[in-house]
Protein backbone atom coordinates (compact mmCIF):
# COMPACT_ATOMS: atom_id res chain seq x y z
CA UNK A 1 0.00 0.00 0.00
CA UNK A 2 2.61 2.51 0.64
CA UNK A 3 3.95 2.14 -2.72
CA UNK A 4 1.01 2.77 -3.71
CA UNK A 5 1.12 5.91 -2.06
CA UNK A 6 4.20 7.25 -2.99
CA UNK A 7 3.57 6.37 -6.91
CA UNK A 8 0.29 9.06 -6.58
CA UNK A 9 2.63 11.67 -4.60
CA UNK A 10 4.90 11.25 -7.53
CA UNK A 11 2.41 11.09 -10.40
CA UNK A 12 0.49 14.64 -8.85
CA UNK A 13 4.56 16.06 -8.29
CA UNK A 14 4.48 15.01 -12.05
CA UNK A 15 1.47 16.74 -13.17
CA UNK A 16 2.77 20.30 -10.84
CA UNK A 17 5.62 20.20 -12.57
CA UNK A 18 4.21 19.91 -15.88
CA UNK A 19 2.02 22.64 -15.51
CA UNK A 20 4.78 24.61 -14.83
CA UNK A 21 6.70 23.70 -18.04
CA UNK A 22 4.12 24.88 -19.88
CA UNK A 23 3.70 28.41 -18.12
CA UNK A 24 7.58 29.10 -17.92
CA UNK A 25 9.21 31.09 -20.62
CA UNK A 26 12.66 30.53 -19.49
CA UNK A 27 14.07 28.03 -21.82
CA UNK A 28 16.75 27.04 -19.82
CA UNK A 29 14.30 26.04 -16.88
CA UNK A 30 11.87 23.95 -18.69
CA UNK A 31 14.62 22.18 -19.89
CA UNK A 32 15.68 21.22 -16.09
CA UNK A 33 11.91 20.69 -15.03
CA UNK A 34 11.76 18.23 -17.76
CA UNK A 35 15.15 16.05 -16.03
CA UNK A 36 13.00 16.43 -12.77
CA UNK A 37 10.40 14.72 -14.55
CA UNK A 38 12.31 12.42 -16.00
CA UNK A 39 14.09 11.64 -12.50
CA UNK A 40 10.13 11.42 -10.54
CA UNK A 41 8.88 9.11 -13.34
CA UNK A 42 12.51 6.85 -12.97
CA UNK A 43 11.21 6.72 -9.27
CA UNK A 44 7.82 5.66 -10.06
CA UNK A 45 9.34 2.49 -12.71
CA UNK A 46 11.62 1.87 -9.59
CA UNK A 47 8.39 1.27 -7.07
CA UNK A 48 7.15 -0.82 -9.65
CA UNK A 49 10.19 -3.13 -10.04
CA UNK A 50 11.04 -2.27 -13.64
CA UNK A 51 14.53 -1.06 -12.70
CA UNK A 52 15.72 -1.55 -16.11
CA UNK A 53 13.21 1.17 -17.19
CA UNK A 54 14.23 3.29 -14.39
CA UNK A 55 17.84 3.19 -15.33
CA UNK A 56 17.13 3.85 -18.50
CA UNK A 57 14.93 6.52 -17.82
CA UNK A 58 17.17 8.58 -15.83
CA UNK A 59 20.51 8.03 -17.36
CA UNK A 60 18.48 8.98 -20.87
CA UNK A 61 15.31 11.43 -19.44
CA UNK A 62 17.71 13.38 -16.60
CA UNK A 63 20.65 13.07 -18.12
CA UNK A 64 21.64 12.91 -21.78
CA UNK A 65 18.57 14.40 -23.18
CA UNK A 66 18.93 17.56 -20.82
CA UNK A 67 22.97 17.93 -21.42
CA UNK A 68 21.81 17.68 -25.73
CA UNK A 69 18.39 20.70 -24.83
CA UNK A 70 21.24 23.11 -22.97
CA UNK A 71 23.60 22.74 -25.95
CA UNK A 72 20.70 23.26 -28.19
CA UNK A 73 19.76 26.37 -26.33
CA UNK A 74 23.46 27.28 -25.91
CA UNK A 75 22.83 27.78 -30.10
CA UNK A 76 19.88 29.59 -30.15
CA UNK A 77 18.14 31.75 -26.84
CA UNK A 78 16.66 31.64 -23.43
CA UNK A 79 13.99 32.80 -23.86
CA UNK A 80 10.85 31.64 -25.65
CA UNK A 81 9.52 34.37 -28.23
CA UNK A 82 6.57 35.73 -26.69
CA UNK A 83 3.19 34.68 -28.28
CA UNK A 84 -0.42 35.55 -28.07
CA UNK A 85 -3.36 33.54 -29.57
CA UNK A 86 -6.35 35.17 -30.36
CA UNK A 87 -9.68 33.96 -28.17
CA UNK A 88 -10.72 31.48 -31.12
CA UNK A 89 -7.43 29.66 -31.28
CA UNK A 90 -7.70 29.74 -27.42
CA UNK A 91 -11.29 28.15 -27.52
CA UNK A 92 -10.19 25.10 -30.46
CA UNK A 93 -6.96 24.25 -28.75
CA UNK A 94 -9.14 24.02 -25.56
CA UNK A 95 -11.90 21.87 -27.15
CA UNK A 96 -9.15 19.66 -29.05
CA UNK A 97 -7.45 18.79 -25.80
CA UNK A 98 -10.57 18.32 -24.17
CA UNK A 99 -11.71 16.09 -26.63
CA UNK A 100 -8.03 14.14 -26.63
CA UNK A 101 -8.03 13.68 -23.00
CA UNK A 102 -11.84 12.42 -22.86
CA UNK A 103 -10.66 9.87 -25.59
CA UNK A 104 -7.29 9.20 -23.74
CA UNK A 105 -9.10 8.34 -20.19
CA UNK A 106 -12.05 6.60 -22.02
CA UNK A 107 -9.30 3.92 -23.36
CA UNK A 108 -7.50 3.51 -19.79
CA UNK A 109 -10.90 2.18 -19.38
CA UNK A 110 -10.42 -1.18 -21.39
CA UNK A 111 -6.50 -1.53 -19.91
CA UNK A 112 -6.08 -4.13 -17.35
CA UNK A 113 -5.51 -3.17 -13.84
CA UNK A 114 -2.11 -2.66 -12.54
CA UNK A 115 -0.38 -6.02 -11.98
CA UNK A 116 -3.67 -8.31 -12.98
CA UNK A 117 -2.33 -11.40 -13.00
CA UNK A 118 -4.85 -12.12 -16.13
CA UNK A 119 -3.62 -9.41 -18.05
CA UNK A 120 -3.15 -10.53 -22.05
CA UNK A 121 0.62 -9.00 -21.52
CA UNK A 122 1.41 -11.61 -18.66
CA UNK A 123 -0.03 -14.60 -19.83
CA UNK A 124 1.25 -14.58 -23.41
CA UNK A 125 4.94 -15.14 -24.03
CA UNK A 126 6.01 -14.13 -20.70
CA UNK A 127 5.52 -17.38 -18.81
CA UNK A 128 7.99 -19.09 -21.57
CA UNK A 129 10.30 -16.04 -20.87
CA UNK A 130 10.02 -16.69 -17.10
CA UNK A 131 10.58 -20.48 -17.26
CA UNK A 132 13.10 -21.13 -19.83
CA UNK A 133 15.36 -17.57 -19.94
CA UNK A 134 17.72 -18.19 -16.99
CA UNK A 135 18.33 -22.18 -18.39
CA UNK A 136 18.50 -21.57 -22.18
CA UNK A 137 20.50 -18.53 -22.06
CA UNK A 138 22.77 -18.57 -18.74
CA UNK A 139 22.06 -14.66 -18.63
CA UNK A 140 20.05 -14.11 -14.51
CA UNK A 141 18.89 -10.90 -15.68
CA UNK A 142 15.26 -12.18 -17.86
CA UNK A 143 15.51 -8.10 -19.23
CA UNK A 144 18.16 -8.57 -20.95
CA UNK A 145 17.82 -12.06 -21.99
CA UNK A 146 14.73 -11.00 -23.89
CA UNK A 147 15.84 -8.19 -25.55
CA UNK A 148 19.37 -9.35 -26.73
CA UNK A 149 18.46 -13.07 -27.38
CA UNK A 150 14.64 -13.35 -27.63
CA UNK A 151 14.30 -10.18 -29.62
CA UNK A 152 17.85 -10.03 -31.10
CA UNK A 153 15.88 -8.51 -34.58
CA UNK A 154 14.36 -6.09 -32.72
CA UNK A 155 17.16 -4.82 -30.84
CA UNK A 156 19.33 -4.98 -34.04
CA UNK A 157 16.93 -2.41 -35.52
CA UNK A 158 17.19 -0.17 -32.79
CA UNK A 159 20.94 0.63 -33.08
CA UNK A 160 20.32 0.38 -36.38
CA UNK A 161 17.86 3.41 -35.65
CA UNK A 162 20.16 5.02 -33.55
CA UNK A 163 23.09 5.02 -35.80
CA UNK A 164 20.79 6.64 -38.73
CA UNK A 165 19.65 9.01 -36.37
CA UNK A 166 23.13 9.77 -35.39
CA UNK A 167 24.62 9.90 -39.08
CA UNK A 168 21.64 12.47 -39.93
CA UNK A 169 22.33 14.98 -36.99
CA UNK A 170 26.12 14.88 -37.72
CA UNK A 171 25.79 15.14 -41.05
CA UNK A 172 23.40 18.39 -40.31
CA UNK A 173 25.49 20.14 -38.23
CA UNK A 174 29.49 18.93 -38.60
CA UNK A 175 31.72 21.38 -41.16
CA UNK A 176 33.44 18.97 -42.96
CA UNK A 177 36.85 20.87 -42.25
CA UNK A 178 39.02 18.51 -41.46
CA UNK A 179 39.67 17.93 -37.34
CA UNK A 180 41.94 20.61 -36.87
CA UNK A 181 39.62 21.95 -33.86
CA UNK B 1 33.14 26.71 -17.57
CA UNK B 2 36.72 26.80 -17.31
CA UNK B 3 36.83 29.69 -14.81
CA UNK B 4 35.32 27.64 -11.56
CA UNK B 5 38.03 26.29 -10.29
CA UNK B 6 35.61 23.74 -7.64
CA UNK B 7 33.60 22.52 -10.71
CA UNK B 8 36.93 21.88 -12.75
CA UNK B 9 38.66 19.62 -9.87
CA UNK B 10 35.51 17.81 -8.94
CA UNK B 11 34.49 17.04 -12.91
CA UNK B 12 38.68 16.23 -13.32
CA UNK B 13 38.00 13.86 -9.96
CA UNK B 14 34.15 12.03 -11.07
CA UNK B 15 35.20 11.27 -14.80
CA UNK B 16 36.77 8.36 -14.68
CA UNK B 17 34.40 6.95 -12.11
CA UNK B 18 31.69 7.61 -14.25
CA UNK B 19 33.33 6.07 -17.27
CA UNK B 20 34.58 3.14 -15.33
CA UNK B 21 30.74 3.08 -13.83
CA UNK B 22 29.86 3.03 -17.61
CA UNK B 23 32.18 -0.33 -18.30
CA UNK B 24 30.76 -1.81 -15.02
CA UNK B 25 27.13 -1.36 -16.45
CA UNK B 26 28.10 -2.88 -19.54
CA UNK B 27 29.48 -5.98 -18.49
CA UNK B 28 27.33 -6.32 -15.66
CA UNK B 29 23.77 -5.93 -17.59
CA UNK B 30 23.70 -10.09 -17.60
CA UNK B 31 23.15 -9.96 -13.83
CA UNK B 32 21.94 -6.91 -12.83
CA UNK B 33 19.81 -4.03 -14.15
CA UNK B 34 21.42 -2.33 -17.29
CA UNK B 35 23.03 -3.16 -20.44
CA UNK B 36 24.67 -1.84 -23.89
CA UNK B 37 22.32 1.31 -24.17
CA UNK B 38 22.52 2.49 -20.17
CA UNK B 39 26.50 1.92 -20.80
CA UNK B 40 26.65 3.70 -23.73
CA UNK B 41 24.25 6.77 -22.49
CA UNK B 42 26.28 6.87 -19.22
CA UNK B 43 29.79 6.58 -20.99
CA UNK B 44 28.90 9.25 -23.35
CA UNK B 45 27.93 11.75 -20.17
CA UNK B 46 31.31 10.96 -18.78
CA UNK B 47 32.56 12.65 -22.05
CA UNK B 48 29.96 15.19 -22.80
CA UNK B 49 30.76 16.44 -18.49
CA UNK B 50 34.53 16.70 -19.68
CA UNK B 51 33.30 18.44 -22.54
CA UNK B 52 31.13 21.46 -21.19
CA UNK B 53 33.66 22.08 -18.05
CA UNK B 54 37.05 21.97 -20.32
CA UNK B 55 36.02 22.78 -23.78
CA UNK B 56 36.13 21.40 -27.09
CA UNK B 57 39.57 22.00 -27.61
CA UNK B 58 40.54 19.82 -25.02
CA UNK B 59 37.70 17.01 -25.60
CA UNK B 60 38.74 16.22 -29.34
CA UNK B 61 42.23 16.20 -27.68
CA UNK B 62 41.31 13.08 -25.94
CA UNK B 63 38.22 11.80 -28.38
CA UNK B 64 39.19 13.00 -31.61
CA UNK B 65 35.98 13.23 -33.98
CA UNK B 66 37.39 10.66 -36.26
CA UNK B 67 37.31 7.88 -33.45
CA UNK B 68 33.85 8.76 -32.66
CA UNK B 69 33.11 8.22 -35.51
CA UNK B 70 34.99 5.20 -35.61
CA UNK B 71 32.48 3.96 -32.98
CA UNK B 72 29.72 4.91 -34.14
CA UNK B 73 29.95 2.72 -36.88
CA UNK B 74 31.61 -0.27 -35.41
CA UNK B 75 29.36 -1.02 -33.03
CA UNK B 76 26.77 -1.90 -35.33
CA UNK B 77 28.94 -3.60 -37.69
CA UNK B 78 29.87 -5.82 -34.31
CA UNK B 79 25.93 -6.26 -33.86
CA UNK B 80 25.46 -7.30 -37.27
CA UNK B 81 28.46 -9.50 -37.80
CA UNK B 82 27.48 -11.56 -34.78
CA UNK B 83 24.56 -12.42 -36.92
CA UNK B 84 26.56 -13.32 -39.85
CA UNK B 85 29.14 -15.23 -37.78
CA UNK B 86 26.79 -16.96 -36.42
CA UNK B 87 25.41 -17.90 -39.87
CA UNK B 88 28.74 -19.14 -40.69
CA UNK B 89 28.67 -21.55 -37.85
CA UNK B 90 25.93 -22.85 -39.16
CA UNK B 91 22.21 -21.65 -37.30
CA UNK B 92 19.99 -18.94 -38.06
CA UNK B 93 20.96 -15.12 -38.39
CA UNK B 94 21.62 -14.18 -34.27
CA UNK B 95 21.34 -17.40 -33.30
CA UNK B 96 24.08 -17.15 -30.36
CA UNK B 97 23.53 -21.07 -29.69
CA UNK B 98 26.27 -22.48 -32.09
CA UNK B 99 28.65 -20.17 -31.02
CA UNK B 100 29.35 -22.88 -28.57
CA UNK B 101 28.66 -25.95 -29.73
CA UNK B 102 29.01 -28.32 -26.75
CA UNK B 103 26.87 -25.65 -24.31
CA UNK B 104 24.10 -23.99 -26.37
CA UNK B 105 23.35 -21.91 -23.21
CA UNK B 106 27.00 -21.32 -22.33
CA UNK B 107 26.95 -19.56 -26.25
CA UNK B 108 23.88 -17.61 -25.80
CA UNK B 109 25.67 -15.76 -22.87
CA UNK B 110 28.77 -15.19 -25.18
CA UNK B 111 26.72 -14.02 -28.05
CA UNK B 112 24.67 -11.80 -25.82
CA UNK B 113 28.06 -10.22 -24.25
CA UNK B 114 29.30 -9.09 -27.74
CA UNK B 115 25.59 -7.93 -29.50
CA UNK B 116 25.46 -5.41 -25.76
CA UNK B 117 29.32 -4.73 -26.33
CA UNK B 118 27.97 -3.62 -29.86
CA UNK B 119 24.99 -1.91 -28.75
CA UNK B 120 27.22 -0.02 -26.27
CA UNK B 121 29.95 0.75 -28.74
CA UNK B 122 27.40 2.51 -31.21
CA UNK B 123 25.16 4.46 -28.14
CA UNK B 124 27.92 5.64 -27.03
CA UNK B 125 30.15 6.99 -30.01
CA UNK B 126 26.36 8.61 -31.22
CA UNK B 127 25.32 10.06 -28.53
CA UNK B 128 29.09 11.89 -28.08
CA UNK B 129 29.10 12.77 -31.50
CA UNK B 130 25.76 14.73 -31.70
CA UNK B 131 27.28 16.59 -28.35
CA UNK B 132 30.30 17.54 -29.60
CA UNK B 133 28.89 18.72 -32.91
CA UNK B 134 26.71 20.93 -31.01
CA UNK B 135 29.62 22.29 -29.03
CA UNK B 136 31.91 22.56 -32.19
CA UNK B 137 29.20 24.70 -34.37
CA UNK B 138 29.10 27.08 -30.64
CA UNK B 139 32.71 26.80 -30.55
CA UNK B 140 32.89 28.31 -33.84
CA UNK B 141 30.56 31.81 -33.02
Redesign the interface.
Known amino acids: MTDEFSIFGLVLLLIVLALAVVRLTSLLAVAILAGAMSFILAAVYTLLDA ?2 V ?3 EA ?2 GA ?2 SL ?2 ML ?2 I ?2 TTREEAPWRRRPAERILALLVSLVSGAGLLYATLDMPLLGDPTAPATLHVAARYIAESP ?7 M ?3 I ?3 YR ?2 D ?2 GE ?2 V ?2 T ?3 G ?2 AL ?3 WRE ?1 R ?1 | MNEFILVRVVVKIMVPFILLFALYVQMH ?7 G ?2 AG ?2 F ?2 GI ?1 VYT ?1 VFG ?2 RA ?1 EAV ?3 AV ?1 GM ?2 C ?2 IL ?2 GT ?1 FATMALGGE ?2 N ?1 SVLDSAD ?3 G ?2 V ?2 II ?2 L ?2 GI ?2 A ?3 T ?3 L ?8 R
Open positions: VDAFTVVGIALAASLASTGVPNVTALASGFTLVAIFAGVVILRHDA | GDYGPGGFQVVATIIIRVPMSMVCGLYAGYLYPAHQHGIIEGVTVGVLAVFVFAERRAR
